[in-house]
Each structure stands twice: as structure tokens, then as C-alpha cells.
């Protein structure tokens, strides 16, 4: 069975968040962690309602690392692109 070839939106989220990871790894805890990892994942998914649910529980939870998802130029870009094709 042949694989399927890579979903290049998927790949831009990982690689997104890869960048953001290596500007803020050092200062998560397993929390934080798990709570970006939903992000991402529902973004890679293009799961608007889950992308929603988590980035209200990342903001009111981990308002930080919001703020830096927020201010993270790949991330803020791949997010507002989201937005505006309604995911």
C-alpha cells in the first residue's frame, strides 16, 4: 500500500509550532505542554471547534504561553489564516 504524500497544510502547523516550541520549550510544564499540543493538533486537523475550545483554555489557563502563541510571528500568521477561511 503506497503512503499517502504529506498534507502540506499539516506539515506548516508542525513546523509552526516546532518554532514555537524551541522559543518556549524550556519554560513548559506538562500542562502548558499538553495544552499546545491540542492546539496543534486541532489546527492541523482544520477542527475549528476543537481550535476554538483549546485556544480559550490555553488563554484562560496558560495566558503566557498565549500571549506568546499570540506573538509568535508563524503561529499569529497560520491562526489568522485559519480564521479567515473560517476554521
Not at 42 to 59: C, I, P
Request: no cysteine.
Amino acid at each position: 500500500m503506497a503512503e499517502k504524500p504529506p498534507d502540506p497544510h499539516e506539515s506548516r502547523v508542525h513546523e509552526s509550532f516546532d518554532a514555537l516550541h524551541e522559543k518556549v520549550g524550556g519554560r513548559l510544564d506538562d500542562a502548558s505542554r499538553a495544552a499546545i499540543d491540542r492546539v496543534r493538533s486541532a489546527a492541523a486537523a482544520r477542527d475549528s471547534a476543537a481550535l476554538r475550545a483549546h485556544m480559550t483554555e490555553l488563554k484562560e489557563r496558560h495566558g503566557w504561553l498565549y500571549k506568546e502563541l499570540a506573538a509568535h510571528p508563524k503561529v499569529a500568521t497560520l491562526l489568522d489564516e485559519l480564521a479567515l477561511l473560517g476554521f
